[in-house]
């Protein structure tokens, strides 16, 4: 998977049948090294006869890893009641234990325990490796103790870059909580939680740092994920910590040029009865494929008969959108370099050849900024069209992945793209909880909402591509006249989603809003949202194929959320649709 | 299921189509009232416009209610970063918002929300409520609020009963984390958690309180899981909090009896092979049925080929239990109450009828401890028997449940018996998290340990039962004497769990045992552990149909834990045997 090293948790050792040199040759074999041996716990500040028996253990384990050809071991900080503080008694063990380790060939990294009795701080950590004053002795440094306990940072720039025997990586979500707990089961890899490890890596190399950068995640999802897709992940958020200028960098989006739906021939008619609904036109035809390209205002859907043979397809779904970024070579570099699938002539014959590439599914066509955007529309033969006297503009895509690949898809956006997660709900589905994060570029010109539901009977997991060759859950288009709109896809004939006489009620108490206006969004289906600086209206259809709907917004005054609010009421009625009312 | 009222949440209601008198016909349909109506957010301390705001929003819902029927509306305090502190302030807004009340004849109860602004204890939830001074607002108490901030519980005894409005009830694992958080995935039913509900509700009952007890649990699991485990387990939790002498009270056990195998006939040799092979002995035959009974020692063993014509069941398992226990027939009645199963003539045409209940799929004997124990054996011819030379004695019984069922197992353990959980471990098996509560009961004669995983791959999860009637896992005997025993196995020729050598390398580094007692170990198979008391051995036999096995312990100064540091070893040696050995 890209891997240069292994930690050997001991544990691990501890279970297997084979002897340490057998380990040694199978690590080789693999081509790895053994960059630590880890954890050595209760070790400094102990009285006797607890002192003694550490030292014995010690050399013990020493002889262990030098027949594993581990160089280098973990020693954590004391959490015993029955350790003595004290810098200089720390230090002086230290002292005695780096005499013994240099006889037998080893180095001890001596890491703060963000739970530690005494030490819980890499600064403490750092004056008892500098008092101790010996060349087997220094600091492991963990992103997570520092980061859990909001140690300054520039702390670190001051340690000699030779005293740092290791590093160690993770990330976790901003919970307030028992810092143990936290560590033990929500951990994950950097970039997929909410601390500032780039911080943590720049102040890092900014002594020179150049050895180990080791993951060290516990997490209980995890333990129970597909290992390919966590060893992916893993390496990717290495990539992602590298130096600048080592690897080529994130990718800027513009914007969302496009979205294709995969249809079957026979089913053109009825997706192309549906966009009619939504009020788009057909302009044009593939010059040499059975595709076909729709347009309302600055939206373009395009409608692919030629992959629909692909036994995943429903009737018709979308599956891939067009993004159009900065640089679409170095994009690609930058996927190889994240192992990111780049999906090769895909588009067989054409004149304009698109790149696509791929990741849990989720398919991405990149078009280049520094090219005329319009050239993949080259590939096209143009129609007349009537006049739309309303623009419309993608506003977000919201896509439904497996609870599993949750943090996959959010690692994945971040680490091609220049853009951040910006929030973080959980939607409380009747049958479970949603967790929904949000993905922006700066100029919020690229918004993606990920959906995962921890289980099948909430609406998300229900709407989950088991069959589907897509995870694409749902689309919103941004307008800037809701009522207007909302009456031309009525002329149309295009089926809205009923939300319930109650929820109006309440948004009456809650917000107060004029009756004609109240008495305006009940009639249309309309929901409404307001947060500190504008007001939101959401319109959404009906659910498609069962698996995936459209969505009508139009913001007010900055309104920069995505009606969180309203979801459970989304949410309820949708499941109606699927199971019928139940009275 | 029992439940003799519903809160309305409203957001429950918002999302329904029906309207407020459709929904209160339904509620009345099912013989129930509705006992709240919640929650109503960020209403005292407000400023203008806010406030006014704040009462309009509550007379519109108020309107509702009385549509709906619901007399009683839960206020809880306030958490806006827009309100205003102060006990004056709050009294006289909720005077105000009580004449409304009055006039449109509804009841305001008041909570102090654990992480409200200003109002975080139930204490001056009631300074506010008692200077309100008017008879339509009063307080509603919550256990979860109130315990999770240690609010001192004798303060309750000083409400007067009939301004306590409404009392709402939730247990939790004692986790230190931001309360919000802790209160939102992790509630649990009363007796599932490690809160003191019962001194909560003790000091409650000390007011002459005798309205509502309602259960408020918010659980991430919970969404999740079967509905009917949920509503009976709730239900359970009540009857557990009822008054004294309402209902007959928990049962005590004495002891574990017997354990009973199902087995096909045609099996009948391979698990008296295996009963040999454990030093058991025959020692009788039922009178009338294909019924054997083995003892070693203490330990009783019944073999049952009357039943294994179940499909469930696999060649021969452990399914049944028998415990001796102070009066089975008030334990009887006690099931009654809490709806555990009584499985009726279960022996048919026996001299002597045993009780048997069952939960969860596990299933009981009941001996009473009144009559003469050795009742039950009236049923059996007895033979001449050998002599055993050591002892043994049931020393704890583990069994593996589904992950959503852990909590129901504990509460049905709680909820029938006088037992306790004692503690509660996370094991981490390399696939997940193997979750182990221990339940014990006071004179330690009785503990089972309840295994739960929360994925398949792990082993605790591969020894689910899938296929077989019964969830027992494992069994430990306790003998005084495991070097003996050991010794006495093997000559038997029994297959016991081979441990690997990189274990005992760890033991001595740890514990520096004398280099005899480390070889003779070792040699064994025999696993050590210590405890701040004493010291521990285990040996395991390897598994038995690939779904359970046996353990062997010696207990020694006191030893009190379940070799949990051992566990990991066990698993991966069983893993192994189920997987075949990666090399």
Redesign the interface.
Known sequence: MGFEGVEIF???????????K?IKK?VSDYGLQISLFQPFRDFEGMPEPYRS?AF??AK??FD?MNELGAKTILVCSNTSNLAVGGIDRAADDFNELGEIAKNQNIFIGYEALAWGKYISDHRDAWEIVRRTNHNNVGIILDSFHTLSRDVNLDSIASIPKEKIFIVQIADAPK????LL??S?HFRNMPGQGDLNVLGFMQNLYNTGYDNWISLEIFN?QF??DNRDVIAKDGYRSLINLTKKNEIVERTKIEKIEFLEFSVKKEDLDIIQALFNSLGFVKVGHHKTKNIILYVFGNVKFIINAEIASNEKNGKFNPYAFGLVVDNVQSTLKRCEALKVKNVKNYYLNNEFKMNLIEDNGQYIFLIDNNNNNKNWQSDFNFIDQKNQNLNLEFDHIAISVEHSTLLSSVLFYKSLFECKKTSNT?I??????TKSHVIENKSKTFKIVINSA??D?TLTGQLRPKKYISNIQHIALRTDDIFELSKQIQDLGLETL?I????Y??I???F?LETSILEKIKKNNILYDEDNEGYFFQIYTTLINNSFFFEFVQRNHGYEGYGANNA??R???QK?LIHG?R?
Not at 10 to 20: I, S, T
């Open positions: 001991e544990n691990d050792f501890l279970v297997h049948d084979l002897k340490p057998e199978i028996r014995d253990r013990k384990k262990i919970y307030n909580m028992d707990f936290w033990r209980d333990r129970k959980d409380i589905d009747p049958s479970g909880i921890e289980n009977e009923k319930s006489d109650n929820y009620d309440d009456d108490a809650k107060g459970i009421f949410i309820s009625a109606k009312s009275t």
